[in-house]
């Protein structure tokens, strides 16, 4: 079993940056493709981007230039950072790792439900 862990939210202005954090306890998170989420009030839960075993990264259009996604295997921990936000970012952040074990020159797929192991989320607020 692994249990991720979402970290790094909290309130920004408009236009400023945070960075998030996605923590593994219980498996390495090498072998998966790892995927961020999030859900906005009264909105279903969207794409925001994912990242590959080899690095490859996808990211939705809403966020394309603006945010990042990197992994650092040895610390077990994927990061998601935001730039240049907007007030439409807010919402609580989700990460999730495939289901399967993925092969090392594939792509990842942003598919909610190609996913589990789904964190409690965490906030974050773009407001000034």
């Known amino acids: 079993q692994v249990q991720l862990v979402e970290s790094g939210g909290g309130l920004v202005q408009p236009g400023g940056s945070l960075r998030l954090s996605c923590a593994a306890r219980?498996?390495?998170?090498?072998?998966?493709?790892i995927g961020w989420f999030r859900q906005a009030p009264g909105k279903e839960r969207e794409e925001v981007s994912c990242?590959?075993?080899?690095?490859?990264?996808v990211f939705a259009n809403s966020v394309k230039g603006r945010f990042t996604i990197s992994r650092d295997n040895a610390k077990n921990t994927v990061f998601l950072q935001l730039n240049n936000v907007i007030p439409e970012d807010t919402a609580v952040y989700y990460c999730?790792?495939?289901?399967?074990?993925?092969?090392?020159?594939?792509?990842?797929?942003?598919?909610?439900?190609?996913?589990?192991?789904w964190g409690r989320g965490t906030q974050v607020t773009v407001s000034s």
């Open positions: 990242i590959s075993r080899n690095g490859n990264t």
């Open positions: 219980g498996r390495t998170l090498a072998d998966y493709s």
């Open positions: 999730a790792k495939s289901r399967n074990r993925q092969v090392l020159t594939s792509t990842c797929q942003m598919v909610q439900s190609g996913y589990d192991s």
